[in-house]
Every structure is written in C-alpha cells, then in structure tokens.
C-alpha cells in the first residue's frame, strides 16, 4: 500500500469549504504561519524613511546607527509581541519560552492557528501519514534471511511465553478502560437535554457523496461507518465524544478505553478522550470499523486494508476535504463524508473525563452543546442509512428536524 507523501495540517479554525474542522495527519508538519516565506513575524509594514539601504526598517525612521543591516525590526510599542515566554494563552496555560526565529525565517504557527481570511464550519484536518505493512518497508526483503535466522532463535528462546498481543499489535491495555461514571454519562444523554440542544450550533458536517456508488456494508450486512484516526490527533479526540454518543444510541461499545491526544504543547495537548483501539461494537443496525492508525505518541498502530484504503484515497480528498489524507475522517456507509471535527477541541482543555462527561447533562453547556449537537446530526445521518430504525431514535425530536435538513446546507 502507497504510503501518503503529506500529513494533514490541523487548522483550528473552519476552511471555506464544508469540510468539517479538525482533520489531522499521522506526522504531523506545523501549520504554516500568515507570514510570506523570509519575512520575519511581529512587524509591522514600515513608512518609507531615511533609513540605510540594507537595514530592516521598524515602525519609527531609523538612525543610521540604529539598525546593522540585514537585522529583524524591533516589535512596535503597543502592537501584540511574539509569545511571550511564560505568558497565559486563552486556556490559562503557562506557554513554555519560545525559540527566537532564525533570520529570514518564520518560526512554525502553532497548530489550530487562525489562517487569515479563513471561514467555514468545521475544524480542519491533518495529513495522515498511515503505517506500512511490513512488507512493504525497505528491511522486509533484504534482510529477509537474516530475520529468519533470527526467528528460529527467538522461538526457542520464547517457548512458554505468550505475546502481548495475538495480532502482533501493542496490547491495547497500555490504556485503562473508562469509568463506569464516564460511560453512564456518555451513553445515556438525556432525550430532553439532546431536544433542547438540536444542533447546538453545529453545522450539518454530512457531505453527500456524488454518483452512485456501493452501499459500504459491514461484515453483518449492515451499513457500516468507518472511522480514521489516531490517538495523537486532538481533533479526532474532540470527536471520538459525539461518535460514541451517536452509535450507542444504534448499538453498544466493549472494552472501550481512555486515552489523551499528544502533550505536544503546540498541538492543542493532552485532549482527554477514548479510543476505539482495542474496542469492539455490536448493533443490530449498524456496523463500526474504526482504525486507530497511531498512539498518542505517534507509534504506529492499526493500518487499513486495502478495501479502507481505497475509500480514503477517493473520498478523504478533494472536493470533500480540502486536506488529502487529512484525520479524523468518516465514511458513512458510502452515502456521506464526515471530514474533519465538528467540536473544537480547545474547549475541552484543562478538562478530565469525568468533567467533561458531567457537562453532558447541562443543556446551556457550551461543552454540551457542541459534544452533543456534533452526535445529534450523525445520529441523524446514521438515520438515514438504516431507514429510519430503530424507530425510538430516529422518529423524535431533534434527530427528525435535522434528517430533513442533511445535505441542504
């Protein structure tokens, strides 16, 4: 399988198309700052001046003397300076010191970072660099003898004791299963607090897939939705919460686990969250294949057959992502895309598990809303693949309302 060249960018705020925010790739490159190549950031554009040719003009005239040439302009007086060392971001995070910018350079803009002029509804993906079989990297073959040899002694040397994991994977139990509290929480959203939600302000995040293609169907012979991501990613953690809401509303979860996205502190850290690695679904309704293509600390995971494959490189991609390869994606049964998060996750900073599950029964939540609002226009989405079964969760308000409007945004 073709490893993807790119990784996702994660824009915390929406592109102009409908994609939705928060797609992400498996490496993850820094989002590129506002500023033009070779400029340095903090600036101000100068008044023309008496100012040497050679030198970097601030935002007063410069003293021959005041500049050696080729030097970054000081920071007007009054204008917002570059990161602080130590200052308080809008979560009330201390940011560690930033490394000053090398001349002619841009230092890296933190990722979720406004681009200017940007618009749209949902938060934006990352590039995902998905994991290679193992056939496919470049010690597989020419060092194939070796590894043979290797192998014959390492089975004597192991006889009597077992593997991590059966399927060569790490064991999922690096991560602990969720609280029973957490769960009850998450699972058993009240009817009155989703009906007065609605769409909590959220966007209709499902993209109807254009021609006719297949139904996608799970190994029951239910519409299936798939589901890329990776532990790391803080916008797959955002939406990892309304996932789970909508599909236990179809079926339930085991051996669901907890997890946080990665400490990087300029990735939006620590987003705590579940993971689907190591879980498994069952529905009358509705089948669930989830890939968790990386742990929280980037090590490879789960990589997709080539059946999955094939849906991420004809859909994950223009015109329903404006970030190729970009995570979390979703493929509801080959009749919409879901690209992108539809909850921010800067809104779940500083926030426990437990805490933000308790949001979950305060309707004038702004955690609640988004969590939940995101969960009631899958649940609707889901709806419309399943023809509307089972009745108790697709005939009442609010998921009827938003089932009408899908599509028409």
């Not at 820094?30 to 003009?57: E, F, I, K, L």
């Not at 020419?142 to 009597?160: D, I, Q």
């Amino acid at each position: 399988m073709a490893r993807p060249s790119k990784r996702r960018r994660q824009d915390l705020t929406a592109d102009s198309t409908p994609e939705r925010r928060g797609s992400v790739p498996a490496t993850r490159p820094a989002t590129p700052s506002a500023t033009r190549p070779g400029t340095v950031p903090g600036t101000q554009p100068a008044t023309p001046s008496a100012t040497r040719p050679g030198t970097v003009p601030g935002t007063q005239p410069a003293t021959p003397s005041a500049t050696r040439p080729g030097a970054p302009p000081p920071t007007p007086s009054g204008a917002p300076s570059a990161a602080r060392a130590g200052s308080q971001g809008a979560t009330g995070r201390t940011s560690p010191p930033a490394p000053a910018p090398r001349r002619g350079t841009a230092p890296p803009a933190r990722r979720g970072a406004t681009p200017p002029g940007s618009g749209g509804s949902r938060y934006r993906t990352q590039r995902v660099a998905l994991p290679r079989p193992w056939w496919q990297q470049p010690w597989a073959w020419g060092g194939a003898a070796t590894l043979v040899v290797v192998a014959v002694v390492v089975v004597f040397l192991l006889v009597g004791h077992s593997s991590p994991s059966k399927s060569g994977l790490p064991s999922p139990d690096v991560n602990p299963l969720a609280p029973a509290s957490v769960l009850s929480a998450v699972t058993g959203v009240s009817p009155t607090v989703s009906s007065t939600i609605g769409a909590g302000g959220v966007t209709d995040p499902l993209q109807p897939l254009s021609g006719s293609p297949a139904q996608l169907t799970g190994p029951n012979g239910h519409p299936e939705l798939f589901y890329l991501g990776a532990e790391f990613c803080p916008y797959c953690a955002a939406e990892r919460w309304s996932v789970v809401i909508a599909l236990s509303r179809f079926g339930s979860f085991s051996n669901l686990r907890t997890t946080m996205s990665d400490s990087n502190p300029d990735d939006i850290p620590n987003t705590h969250t579940f993971t689907f690695y190591g879980s498994s679904y069952s529905s009358q309704y509705l089948d669930f294949a989830p890939i968790e293509s990386a742990d929280r600390n980037n090590n490879p995971l789960q990589t997709p057959t080539a059946a999955q494959q094939a849906l991420i490189n004809s859909y994950d991609t223009s015109p329903y992502s404006s970030t190729t390869g970009g995570i979390p994606f979703q493929d509801l049964a080959n009749r919409y895309i879901l690209s992108g998060a539809g909850v921010n996750p800067e809104i779940l900073q500083g926030m426990d598990w437990q805490q933000i599950a308790d949001t979950l029964s305060n309707s004038q939540s702004q955690v609640a809303q988004a969590i939940i609002g995101n969960a009631n226009w899958i649940t609707a989405g889901i709806c419309k693949v399943t023809g509307n079964q089972p009745g108790s969760v697709c005939n009442g308000a609010p998921i009827s309302t938003l089932e009408a409007q899908i599509g028409s945004s």
